[in-house]
């Protein structure tokens, strides 16, 4: 069992009040506020000292609110480290007074813009999400990548195509676990990792497998690739809560992770489940 606090580098709340989340009209389990507290409730019997929030698709134009609601938690509770905000990166240049504003948020470390949902394949590819992504640096953010793995090889030369900007890759790029897929993401996110300028996230891997019938043998050679390719160094712990908690509770995940990583040394668990975080995403604890 992990012995020490975590550092969760991907973490949702949610205020139904205050902001719409259409994405989640077909997920009933969702349809409540989820809390700091909750999470720590969750949890139990580990400690999740700080975390990364991650904005959890509000309904358009509400990005900038979240993004000013959550610098308002930051300032309350010191679990909250971090924040990757939403920005419409399709903008391109017209984008950056309000790329700048978030940037002054204390809190603020990244930028995403779900591409899991875009039906187009060029979307990354496209000169003004190329142009938005590259006014990223000035402002020192990141940009987390969040995809299916059918949209790996257009992500894979978005990346080369910005090699000062610093990449995220969330949920290991949702390989198709449920239907047993692996290839071509096995090759392609070998590929991904040869670039110097990425780190991932193992998370949300369980809401890939199928929900009720998931095991830990069956997630195995998905973790174990991820760490054969990216290496301890440039992977971090997410738990994707409360969205994980679709396909099991908080502790599930994490539970998995920390058995399929037994062989590493305390060292490296510190670095997979706590200091990556820290250093990836810059925070202060």
């Known amino acids: 069992m992990i012995d020490f606090p975590v550092i969760d580098s991907h973490i949702h709340l949610i205020d139904r009040k205050r902001f719409g989340y259409a994405w989640a009209k077909n997920a009933p389990k969702l349809q409540r506020d989820w809390t700091a507290d909750d999470l720590a409730a969750c949890a139990k019997p580990y400690t999740v000292e700080g975390f990364v929030f991650v ?7 509400q990005h900038l609110d979240e993004a000013d609601w959550v610098q308002e938690l930051a300032d309350r509770d010191k679990r ?9 990166m399709e903008q391109g240049k017209a984008l950056e007074p309000h790329m700048a504003r978030i940037a002054k948020l204390p809190v603020m470390r990244g930028v995403r813009r779900l591409i899991q949902n875009q039906p187009d394949p060029t979307f990354v590819l496209q000169p003004a999400f190329l142009e938005a992504l590259k006014l990223l640096p000035k402002h020192n953010l990141c940009f987390d990548i969040c995809i299916f793995h059918h949209q790996l090889a257009n ?3 978005m990346v080369r195509r910005c090699p000062e900007v610093f990449f995220v890759l969330d949920h290991i790029a949702k390989p198709g676990i449920k239907a047993g897929l692996r290839d071509p993401w096995r090759q392609q996110l070998k590929q991904l990792s040869q670039l110097p300028n990425v780190v991932c996230k193992l998370s949300g891997v369980t809401t890939e497998a199928d929900h009720a019938a998931w095991t830990r043998e069956g997630l195995r050679p998905y973790i174990d690739h991820v760490i054969d390719c990216f290496g301890i160094d440039r992977l971090m712990y997410g738990g994707d809560w409360p969205v994980s908690e679709l396909a099991g509770p908080y502790t599930a995940w994490l539970e998995v992770l920390d058995w399929a990583t037994a062989a590493l040394s305390p060292a490296d668990k510190r670095k997979l489940f706590r200091d990556n975080a820290i250093k990836h995403y810059r925070l202060r604890v």
């Open 55 to 61: 904005e959890v698709d509000v309904d358009y134009p």
């Open 80 to 88: 909250l480290l971090g924040c990757v905000a939403s920005l419409p």
């Open 155 to 157: 992500t894979i030369e």
